[in-house]
């Protein structure tokens, strides 16, 4: 990760550049398990599909020390974490549609897909096998981490650029400490729920962490009736006043 020009990540986003290169600010980790440190890095050209977010928040998440230390070794050095960031719209592609510049949006574990396959026409893109692309996975990371090189790097960073279809708008009425933990340990329990739980239906929450307390609240949210399954009494009570 350095300052010199980059190529495009993008699997199947319009290869037309409509600005160069970036250089801005992230925290860099340069091997396994070493401390981050703040550096230059350069961001790939904006194409006509992508958007430049100015990061303001990012959330940390045990799978950010994972990638940091390589325990399942598909990290690639130098590499710049976060996928649970927040930030504002600052340049928005001429092919993109629905985001202006002063939007809030968050940015979370993809930034790429194929968008051809079946799965990601079913809005599936977090299936995609033919062009799945991670955040701040490179080639380690096999069918996850697409790209030759690890350039674009995570939401540590003062400006990300991404594609656009893969940022999410977030609303005025939602602020950033709620909605970075969403981004990866929500959707994570989301897509499970919104799948199998309908009204009346019997939800049993193992582990009533981060995770845990987010599926209790969605599950409730969905109609569920929800049993908190724990090892002992300790987070009973925190379980209750959730759900």
């Not at 990061?55 to 990638?67: F, I, K, N, V, Y």
Request: net charge negative; charged share 20%.
């Amino acid at each position: 990760m350095n300052a010199a020009t980059p190529e495009p990540t993008s699997i199947m986003s319009s290869s037309k550049f409509e600005e160069g290169p970036k250089v801005t600010e992230a925290w860099v980790c340069y091997e396994k398990g070493a401390p981050l440190k703040l550096a230059e890095i350069a961001l790939p050209p904006l194409t006509a599909t992508m958007i430049e977010v100015e990061m303001t928040h990012c959330g940390l998440c045990h799978t950010d020390l994972h990638m940091r230390d390589n325990d399942w070794g598909i990290s690639d050095y130098p590499i710049v974490l976060g996928h649970e960031g927040v930030g504002t719209v600052v340049k928005v592609g001429s092919c993109v549609r629905g985001f202006e510049t002063g939007d809030t949006v968050g940015i979370h574990w993809i930034r790429d897909s194929c968008q051809v396959c079946s799965n990601c026409c079913e809005g599936r893109e977090n299936i995609c096998t033919d062009g799945y692309q991670g955040t701040y996975l490179g080639p380690s990371a096999g069918i996850w981490g697409k790209t030759p090189h690890n350039t674009h790097g995570g939401a540590f960073s003062k400006v990300m650029r991404i594609e656009a279809r893969f940022a999410i708008q977030i609303p005025p009425s939602l602020t950033p400490e709620v909605i970075c933990p969403l981004l990866c340990g929500g959707g994570t329990v989301f897509e499970a729920i919104v799948e199998y739980v309908k009204p009346g239906s019997q939800v049993a929450v193992s582990s009533i962490g981060g995770l845990g307390t987010a599926a209790i609240k969605l599950a409730k949210m969905y109609g569920g009736q929800v049993t908190a399954l724990s090892r002992g009494e300790a987070k009973k009570d925190k379980a209750l006043s959730v759900g």
